[in-house]
């Protein structure tokens, strides 16, 4: 069974950098795909970007200038890092697996079948 | 740039059916874009539903159904139930990009 389990600080200064830490159990890191969504307090799902075995990354524009993602296969962990906080990076913040296909057409769409449970991050000083 | 739109909010009577709609404003996603779905219960993480536009994952009731026509897709809900309520997002994939999008959420309420 596959799990995912997210880490870090709970409350940021702002200004400082966001460092989450995803934990993985039931799979090797390195055959997905992985994503980072956040969700600020009765917000909708923003997606942060994706990660794939430490070869390619894919990041949200609005976001691509702050934000580094990594794996760590020997720990089977995934990081995040946002950096310059600030108060509108308040927000659950989860890891998911992505699995992809290709359509009729040859295009590749890729979807996240399993979630962590989140972990609420708090930027205030 | 592309938009995912749904509906804020839908409701609906336990047994009736209701549908959500997610219609997509796009230059990168093609006609034939895959959306999918995922139910949020509050203070729970989202939850797949449907995966490219009509597939269920093992475990989803068959009630949950999706489909695609056009530039919109809609997920459908028949005989509803009070542990339905929820809120529901769609997600597409700009494939030139290579970035995901979610709609805005749809709260729905069982009457």
């Known amino acids: 069974q596959v799990q995912l389990q997210e880490s870090g600080p709970g409350l940021v200064k702002p200004s400082e950098t966001l460092s989450l830490t995803c934990s993985v159990s039931?799979?090797?890191?390195?055959?997905?795909?992985w994503s980072w969504i956040r969700q600020s307090a009765g917000k909708g799902l923003e997606w942060i970007g994706r990660i794939y075995a430490s070869v390619g990354t894919n990041y949200n524009p609005s976001l691509k200038s702050r934000v580094t993602m990594s794996v760590d296969a020997s720990k089977n962990q995934l990081s995040l890092n946002l950096l310059s906080v600030t108060a509108a990076d308040t927000a659950v913040y989860y890891c998911a697996r992505d699995k992809g296909y290709y359509d009729s057409s040859n295009s590749f769409y890729l979807y996240s079948d399993v979630w962590g449970r989140g972990t609420l991050v708090t930027v205030s000083s | 740039q592309s938009v995912l739109t749904q509906p804020p909010s839908v409701s609906g009577a336990p047994g009736q059916r209701v549908t959500i709609s997610c219609t997509v404003k796009s230059s990168n996603i093609g006609a034939g874009y895959d959306v999918h779905w995922y139910q949020q219960f509050p203070g729970a993480a989202p939850k797949l539903l449907i995966y490219g536009n009509t597939n269920r994952p093992s475990g989803v009731p068959d009630r949950f159904s999706g489909s695609r026509s056009g530039t919109s897709a809609s997920l459908a809900i028949t005989g509803l139930q009070a542990e339905d309520e929820a809120a529901y997002f769609c997600?597409?994939?700009?494939?030139?990009?290579?970035?995901?999008?979610f709609g805005g959420g749809t709260k729905l309420t069982v009457l």
């Open positions: 997600q597409s994939y700009d494939t030139s990009l290579r970035i995901a999008m």
């Open positions: 039931g799979v090797s890191i390195s055959s997905f795909y």
